[in-house]
Every structure is written in structure tokens, then in C-alpha cells.
């Protein structure tokens, strides 16, 4: 059993790599196939559930932002398969992750406090931040674990 050596808390850290890797991938497949929708559909539900007031949405043809978000969801997607795969040697690369999470989170909170009040702007602050927090707390646990 490839885990049996693991601490508890590095066992509950390669869970959340897992869970994240595939969380990863469809957020990748989501903004691959159905960018628009995406952005729509949280303005749908900022607008009907919690009554955001907001302009309507207009996507132009230009798809520049889109790319980095591929881009940066294969990355992230791609450490968490190395991670997984040969979790004590390449568990550090999982700072790569906590990085691009704290950066989206600062991202979007900017976006919506400097620029626009979009209700998906709040959703993707409250979501990476969430996974960075997530994340940090429990690779930390996971370093600290073995290095008692």
C-alpha cells in the first residue's frame, strides 16, 4: 500500500491533493467549453438568489483572458497529478499551488474593490481563497508531521 508510511496528516493532505486535482480538471474543461456560460451563470445567480444588483454582463469575442485560465488550471491540475503520483518526494510543489491561489484570491478582491462590484468577482475571491487557506493549513500540518 503506496500510503501506509504516511503521517495521518499527510494522508489527509494527499486526500486533498486528489480531491483537488479533479476539481482542477473540470474547472479546466468549464472554461474550455463554456466560458461565457460561466460568467453568465454566476451573474444569474448573484442577480436571482442573492439580489446583486449589477450591469448586464457583455462578453466581447476576445477569449486573452481565458487563455491564462486554462493555462493556470492545467498547471495547477498537472501538479497535483506529480503530487499524487510520488507524494513525499514532490509535496513541496504544492507551494505552487498555495501561490496561484493567494494570487487569484488578491486578484479578484482587486477586481471587485478597484474596479467593478461583479458578483462572480466575490464568488472566485471567496472560492480560491478558500482553496489557498484550505491548502496552506493542511501542507503545513502535513511538513510539520514529518518533521517531528
Known amino acids: 500500500m503506496k500510503e501506509a508510511g504516511l503521517t495521518k496528516q499527510e494522508r489527509s493532505f494527499l486526500a ?3 480531491i483537488l486535482m479533479v476539481l482542477f480538471f473540470l474547472a479546466t474543461l468549464l472554461f474550455i467549453f463554456l466560458p461565457d456560460w460561466t460568467l453568465n451563470y454566476l451573474t444569474a445567480i448573484g442577480r ?3 439580489g446583486w444588483s449589477e450591469p448586464p454582463l457583455t462578453l466581447g469575442s476576445e477569449r486573452f483572458w481565458c487563455v491564462l485560465a486554462i493555462s493556470m488550471l492545467t498547471t495547477v491540475t498537472f501538479i497535483c497529478i506529480e ?9 513541496e510543489f ?7 491561489k493567494l494570487t487569484s484570491t488578491v486578484g479578484f478582491l482587486v ?12 464568488v472566485g475571491a471567496l472560492v480560491d ?20
Open 16 to 18: 486533498l491533493v486528489r
Open 129 to 148: 481563497g478558500f482553496i489557498f487557506a484550505l491548502t496552506w493549513y493542511y501542507y503545513n500540518a502535513a511538513i510539520k508531521s514529518r518533521s517531528r
Open 111 to 122: 477586481c471587485f474593490f478597484w474596479y467593478e462590484e461583479r458578483f462572480f468577482y466575490a
Open 83 to 91: 503530487v499524487q503520483r510520488d507524494f513525499l518526494r514532490k509535496i
Open 48 to 50: 436571482g438568489i442573492f
Open 94 to 100: 504544492m507551494r505552487a499551488v498555495i501561490i496561484a
